[in-house]
């Protein structure tokens, strides 16, 4: 089982935080929200309030198997500004460990350093802030330990990318089965 953290900020994008964690979860993968605004309570670009489960404070992310940081505005922003996630991002790449970020997030990354030379995506507009890194435009993207999703739509594929690096092709199909995830893929657009 992976130890994974998300990390929450006010203004995040409420489906790029969630689905991921509801994801994962399912997946049975150990999942904390780490909120990094001083509070457990962190509300989202759409004003919907969640509850973290830690304070950035209480948690020790030595046993981190990885790292994850949803888009949104100012929640992208407010992750960037927060001094202890930047210095806890660029040791977990130190290490090897496995990072994620969708929308405005990857930014972050960019600020860091931690895209040059790779490949990311973005949401469109952003990828000003990507750094040295090569744009894709994909809805998901992946270079090495550095997973990124272009945004809100990109969210369950880039969460089942990440669910299939801690378990199976079958358990993710059938996760994809059971949600309809893949009767969804197979539908006509409208």
């Known amino acids: 089982m992976a130890r994974i953290y998300v990390f929450l900020a006010n203004g995040f994008e409420e489906i790029e935080a969630l689905a991921p964690v509801d994801i994962l979860r399912r997946g049975g993968q150990e999942v904390s929200t780490v909120s990094v605004s001083g509070t457990l309570w962190v509300e989202s670009s759409?004003?919907?309030?969640?509850?973290?489960?830690?304070?950035?404070?209480?948690?020790?992310?030595?046993?981190?198997?990885?790292?994850?940081l949803p888009g949104g505005m100012p929640g992208s922003t407010n992750l960037k500004a927060h001094e202890g996630l930047r210095l806890a991002l660029l040791s977990h790449a130190e290490r090897g460990g496995r990072i994620g970020a969708i929308c405005a997030a990857p930014m972050v990354l960019g600020s860091l350093g931690l895209l040059k030379g790779r490949r990311a995506t973005c949401s469109p507009g952003f990828e000003v802030y990507l750094d040295g890194a090569e744009y894709t435009r994909e809805l998901v993207t992946l270079d090495g330990n550095i997973i990124t999703g272009e945004g809100p739509g990109a969210t369950l594929p880039y969460a089942y990318q990440i669910l299939s690096f801690f378990v199976g092709d079958d358990v993710v199909k059938a996760m994809k089965d059971k949600m309809q995830y893949t009767h969804l893929m197979e539908c006509k657009p409208l």
Do not use: N, Q
């Not at 759409?46 to 046993?63: R, S």
């Open 46 to 68: 759409h004003g919907i309030t969640v509850k973290a489960d830690m304070l950035f404070e209480e948690c020790d992310l030595a046993d981190a198997d990885m790292l994850m």
